[in-house]
T-cell receptor
Framework: DGGITQSPKYLFRKEGQNVTLSCEQNLNHDAMYWYRQDPGQGLRLIYYSQIVNDFQKGDIAEGYSVSREKKESFPLTVTSAQKNPTAFYLC????????????FGNGTRLTVT | GQQVMQIPQYQHVQEGEDFTTYCNSSTTLSNIQWYKQRPGGHPVFLIQLVKSGEVKKQKRLTFQFGEAKKNSSLHITATQTTDVGTYFCAGTDSWGKLQFGAGTQVVVTP
């Protein structure tokens, strides 16, 4: 079955620590995305990548970093510089066409205390 | 600010009733997509509309794209408890950026 796998489902960290969220897809999609969702809000784009070894900042990239060394993988690091890191993080992928719909992973709920 | 607005933010519906949620953009969109997110789940793609004035149906769900390609609506007839969730619209603007609305959270009362 093709899909997007995010791990772990729940993650707890102390303030001041960096944490990396995993996202792997076997859909052979070129484009991958990271979104952040806060309660009662829509999806805000953090970073996206349309091809291996290339990625672009989204609307709220500050305090986050990504890498795209393989087509299948797009890990997100939440750094200690991110002021309000507690949120639900969603990874998505699509074919490269800009109008293509997104396929989302199950998400990772990060809690930083 | 947010370019794609959705109303209402919350929709309480009695089971069996109909309701409509609206999506409005300040700019022309090349397409509109609708997603559904069940409580505790992730957004799942429902449908995409591309043409001006386009109407598509999925069982009890009717999706419409406005003539000016700036607004869209989702109408659900005979609401069921399985319709519970948050419905998001997302449109691609002229810069090729996908803009999500904040969503309409639907609660169904049996």
């Amino acid at each position: 079955d093709g899909g997007i796998t995010q791990s772990p489902k729940y993650l707890f960290r102390k303030e001041g620590q960096n944490v990396t969220l995993s996202c792997e897809q076997n859909l052979n999609h070129d484009a991958m995305y990271w979104y952040r969702q806060d309660p009662g809000q829509g999806l805000r784009l953090i970073y996206y990548s349309q091809i291996v070894n290339d990625f672009q900042k989204g609307d709220i990239a500050e305090g986050y970093s990504v890498s795209r060394e393989k087509k299948e993988s797009f890990p997100l690091t939440v750094t200690s510089a991110q002021k309000n890191p507690t949120a639900f993080y969603l990874c998505a992928s699509s074919i490269a066409d800009r109008d293509s719909p997104l396929h989302f992973g199950n998400g990772t709920r990060l809690t930083v205390t | 600010g947010q370019q794609v607005m959705q109303i209402p933010q919350y929709q309480h519906v009695q089971e069996g009733e109909d309701f409509t949620t609206y999506c409005n953009s300040s700019t022309t969109l090349s397409n509109i997509q609708w997603y559904k997110q069940r409580p505790g789940g992730h957004p799942v793609f429902l449908i995409q509309l591309v043409k001006s004035g386009e109407v598509k149906k999925q069982k009890r769900l009717t999706f419409q794209f406005g003539e000016a390609k700036k607004n869209s609506s989702l109408h659900i007839t005979a609401t069921q408890t399985t319709d519970v969730g948050t419905y998001f619209c997302a449109g691609t603007d002229s810069w090729g950026k996908l803009q999500f609305g904040a969503g309409t959270q639907v609660v169904v009362t049996p």
